[in-house]
């Protein structure tokens, strides 16, 4: 206990330091969440638009649970939380507050509480093709089990550099729609308009979107809901082809999956939660998502950049050889994606042509194994079967035949036969393969909405039975997949199809490249400008503040601890052949930063020192005013230039004082 109290006392004092500083710096409120990552906010001056301003991808995840403690006699409260009334008391009561600069409050998730449950009927009626595929994914399906923790997990938002945009509460429940519903509101307060978010039931989110009260907004802000490149594969083509990363216009290279990789990390924190107050719990995942913010993901950026900027360049490059290899196969490089959606729109079901054409070709192998197992088989109740009515097989192909206007029975050498066993095997591949996603993905959502770590003994004796079973149907499914793959090769359109989406969006990949590592150059400068400013005007205050010139000194070291020494292989053709943009800084829209830290920023007086970062040229110095001589400095001057002195000496005492 009293490790814990000098704890809390050391942290709010660093709390409290920070908040200082940050109103002195005019930095409260949205402002972090506007300026957590210099690649995607820090917009320029005259730079090209983007199709999507900022992408950011979201998610739950539950291993920071809290378990519910309750204190005994005490009554139940459910006015704010999830859950059903019980006589055990109240959840011990933290009152202390660790503010809104990354966490979401309760408050504002639960103004969405009337679309928490997710309305399955209300997407069917919505024509959503994936509406079916979420049923396993029903609240009442799993309200028990959260009934012994307070907070069940957190939800997070991240942009695509992963830098942390919104932490909320899941409360005693598992991943209801409010909680991404609160995400677009602070989305929308933030950044505006054209925002692309990932998410991975994005078509359950966009038909609750346009229900909820955001949907008018959201719809004029150009919000759009995407799905990531692993958890597309769970739904319906249709849904892929107008919303997956790969085939959406103004993506790039993103994969939308960086919560996934967050929660990776995230978990070595759960024990340290499992069992703390409410407060201490939200306090440790916000100095965690912090330091990993400042210390990892910003000083990681600049190696981000590079190594997509390389990837989209090695994708570009096999353009040629794509091409080449669709000439040879006599294929035009026509619009796939757009064919296969109208294709896909128009067919409710499977074309009654090619349906009793495939029928026909399959009750012609029925017909022939019939009397192979009559001549030759060695099971003798499958004969006896088939000699208790010869006849079936044969009159079931005469009745196709019939329907078909089939005048000379298919042979196997026939032209008819051979199309038709194509269409077989290319149905029976895709089936295969669709069945075969949907249970990997379903069986990584048990894992994650069932809570299968950190439980108790029966729950994981249920949960293991379960996965059991799930494991020996995609072992089944698996068995069926490559038996169809063997039968049917896909043909160049299927196989390059990827490969020649994967061109097109790093292109784009590039284009957002050239115009972020320009922001990141031009941030990193205007920074270290407008901070030595500000401690300069602390330094100049009447009485000076030298506490507040030591803290944004401090702050400002730390923000210099991110160079971007991975661009400087931009500037060597050799090693990045294909570069083009520059690396010029530009001028910030800000106008804040641009009076204080930017005076005047263009390609004549900016270039880029050897560590990766901008400095201005040596300028001829402005003429002295008229009654000045370089022989004598005027009395006020001499004034002004001890008092720098002793205020930077005294600085300098504090700073080795405090280190």
């Known amino acids: 206990m009293a490790f814990s109290a000098c704890d809390d006392a050391y942290v709010k004092l660093l709390r409290e330091a920070d908040g200082r500083l940050m109103r002195s710096l005019c930095r409260t409120g949205l402002w972090r969440r506007k300026n957590a990552c210099p690649a995607c906010t820090y917009e320029l001056k005259d730079e090209q638009e983007l199709l999507f301003k900022i992408l950011v991808t979201m998610d739950g995840s539950d291993s920071l649970k809290e378990v519910l403690r309750r204190s005994l006699g005490a009554s139940y409260d459910d006015s704010d939380d999830e859950g059903p009334p019980t006589t055990l008391g109240t959840q011990l009561h933290d009152p202390r507050d660790i503010g809104e600069d990354v966490y979401l409050p309760n408050s504002k998730v639960n103004v969405h509480e009337k679309h928490g449950d997710g309305d399955l009927r209300e997407m069917e009626d919505d024509g959503n093709p994936c509406a079916s595929r979420w049923g396993n994914m029903h609240a009442e399906k799993t309200s028990r089990m959260w009934r012994m923790f307070d907070e069940s997990g957190v939800f997070v938002c991240l942009c695509k550099h992963g830098f942390a945009l919104v932490v909320l509460d899941m409360v005693r429940s598992g991943e209801l729609s409010k909680y991404p519903l609160s995400v677009v509101e602070a989305l929308l307060d933030a950044f505006g308009a054209r925002i692309g978010a990932g998410y991975d039931t994005r078509c359950r989110l966009s038909t609750t979107l346009k229900h909820s009260s955001l949907g008018a ?231 994650t909405k069932m809570n299968k770590s950190q439980t108790g003994y029966k729950l994981r004796k249920h949960i293991a039975q379960v996965l059991q079973a799930r494991s020996q149907a995609i072992k089944s499914a698996l068995e069926r997949y490559n038996g169809a793959a063997k039968a049917f090769k896909p043909p160049l359109p299927l196989a390059g199809a990827s490969r020649a989406f994967k061109i097109q969006r790093a292109r784009q990949e590039i284009e957002r490249l050239n115009i972020e590592k320009r922001r990141v150059i031009t941030h990193i400068h205007d920074e270290r400008m407008f901070l030595q400013a500000a401690e300069q005007d602390a330094l100049s205050a009447q009485p000076p503040d030298v506490i507040l010139a030591f803290q944004t000194r401090k702050y400002r070291e730390e923000r210099d601890r991110f160079p971007v020494p991975h661009l400087q292989r931009f500037k060597q053709p050799a090693s990045t052949p294909g570069f083009t943009g520059t690396l010029a800084p530009g001028i910030s829209l800000d106008p804040t930063r641009r009076s204080r830290g930017q005076a005047s920023n263009s390609d004549n007086d900016m270039e880029v020192d050897e560590d990766g970062l901008t400095a201005q040229q040596d300028r001829p110095r402005s003429p002295e005013p008229p009654g000045k001589s370089d022989q004598a400095l005027d009395v006020n001057d001499e004034d002004e230039q001890d008092e720098q002195e002793d205020l930077e000496a005294r600085l300098q005492v504090v700073m080795a004082g405090m280190d």
Not at 289 to 316: C, G, M, P, W
């Open 217 to 447: 907004r959201a719809d004029q802000a150009k919000f759009t809901c995407l799905v990531g490149a692993f958890h597309g594969h769970a739904h319906n083509r249709l849904c892929q082809l107008c919303h997956l990363e790969i085939y959406v216009l103004g993506m790039g290279l993103e994969d939308l999956e960086g919560c996934e990789r967050l929660f990776s990390k995230t978990n070595a924190l759960a024990l340290s939660t499992r069992y703390a107050s409410t407060f201490h719990r939200r306090q440790a995942i916000e100095q965690y998502i912090k330091h990993l913010d400042q210390f990892e993901t910003s000083y990681s950026l600049s190696k981000f950049l590079v190594d997509n900027y390389r990837q989209a360049l090695s994708l570009i490059s096999g353009e040629a050889d794509l091409r080449q290899r669709m000439a040879q196969k006599g294929i035009l490089s026509g619009e796939w994606l757009e064919q296969e959606r109208q294709y896909l729109t128009g067919l409710t079901k499977e074309p009654i042509e090619e349906t009793l054409q495939m029928e026909y070709y399959q009750r012609l192998i029925d017909g022939d194994a019939r009397q192979y197992s009559i001549h030759g088989t060695k099971h003798a109740i499958k004969r006896r079967q088939v000699n208790e009515n010869p006849k079936k097989a044969i009159d079931l192909v005469h009745q196709s035949e019939r329907l078909l206007g089939v005048e000379v029975p298919w042979t196997r050498a026939s032209k008819e036969y051979l199309e038709a066993a194509e269409l077989v095997r290319r149905r029976r591949y895709q089936r295969c393969l669709g069945e075969l996603e949907r249970l990997v993905v379903q069986g990584i959502f048990e894992l």
